[in-house]
């Protein structure tokens, strides 16, 4: 009888143990997320026994189904109510990867499912005390920027170059590519809708620079057509962001051209992203409305410290400057130009030097 009655006991313990722990898990549903944060989650022991616990998450594709990632926590001692959980608290933790990717600092985007596991010791056997899975979605901080042809502006030339900033942090990206679509707008359209329903008159695939010219094997823009253009972002073959949709029309009328090679990026007083310098020179352009008028071009650093300063002439229209950036700079900080136009409105660009 006794025989019988401890072999009950061990048969119903695992099911009377596991409802002893509940898990709340405290990610954000979307956006940036770093490796470390997916420790944070909060237990809470049901009972009045202090319990010597591990967890065990995985990583896996929403869709696929495809694990990532698993990992194992160290010893946690879980008293009875509340504990909440941070990275520091659960080393030793032990990581395995089936993609090199996830051994990144942040993650890449794409859409999870994150699951969690606590287990604790019964003489020989592991038994789950509680279990939760979550659904996040990670995307970048900032998605890539159009630069030129600026939005609603006027070009000159039938094969314009199209310019744009990368997405960041650029470390959510193991395999980053572009597409290109331009299209014609035509009367009574949105942007938006020619770039979705039109057919495309020039596109460009799996590019890997921030920087295309429109291919002379295609005609010609057309004189006064307006026409819309955008770049979606791509990680190997998964999508990643796009930015907006901006337009630009085809003129006669000249434009002076740059006094160099090269590309040039357009300074703007909302401008986000970090363009990268990889020769050494940066070129910029800025477009002003203003008569002739003096002004300092500041260079200054991650403090807002100036650490350089140019008084140049600006005149109406496009104005380009190249500035020799290979010494009294460090390659790997970030740096700020900036103009003020004659309101005292700040238009600047974030760099750094590869």
Not at 135 to 143: M, Y
Request: net charge neutral; aromatic share 12%.
């Amino acid at each position: 009888m006794k025989r019988k009655l401890l072999f009950l006991g061990l048969f119903v313990l695992p099911f009377l143990i596991k409802a002893q722990v509940t898990i709340q898990v405290q990610l954000p549903p979307a956006g940036l997320l770093q490796k470390d944060q997916l420790w944070n989650v909060i237990l809470m022991n049901n009972k009045d026994d202090v319990l010597d616990v591990h967890i065990r998450l995985s990583l896996q594709d929403a869709t696929t189904g495809q694990v990532y990632m698993s990992a194992t926590s160290g010893s946690v001692l879980l008293g009875k109510g509340v504990k909440i959980l941070k990275q520091q608290d659960v080393q030793p933790a032990i990581f395995n990867y089936t993609n090199p990717d996830f051994s990144r600092n942040y993650l890449p985007i794409g859409n999870y499912i994150i699951c969690y596991q606590v287990y604790t010791s019964v003489g020989e056997n592991q038994v789950m005390l509680g279990d939760e899975c979550s659904r996040i979605n990670i995307d970048p901080l900032s998605p890539p920027l159009l630069n030129t042809p600026a939005d609603g502006t006027d070009i000159s030339t039938p094969y314009p170059q199209f310019t744009w900033l990368p997405p960041s942090p650029m470390d959510m990206f193991s395999n980053l590519s572009y597409d290109l679509l331009v299209a014609e707008v035509l009367p009574g359209q949105s942007p938006t809708e020619a770039i979705q329903y039109n057919t495309p008159i020039y596109s460009a695939n799996n590019l890997r620079n921030t920087n295309h010219p429109y291919s002379s094997a295609y005609a010609a823009l057309d004189t006064g057509k307006w026409y819309a253009w955008q770049v979606v972002a791509l990680n190997g073959s998964n999508y990643a962001a796009k930015t907006e949709v901006w337009t630009f029309k085809r003129t006669g009328n000249p434009v002076p051209p740059p006094v160099s090679s090269g590309t040039y990026i357009l300074l703007k007083d909302n401008l986000t992203g970090t363009y990268i310098v990889e020769d050494g020179i940066l070129r910029i352009k800025y477009f002003s409305y203003a008569k002739d008028y003096k002004s300092t071009i500041l260079f200054s650093n991650e403090k807002d410290k100036v650490v350089k300063g140019f008084v140049k002439i600006i005149i109406p229209g496009e104005n380009y400057f190249d500035f020799d950036v290979s010494r009294g700079f460090q390659k790997g900080k970030t740096y700020k130009v900036t103009i003020k136009d004659q309101q005292d409105v700040s238009h600047f660009l974030k760099f750094s030097i590869k």
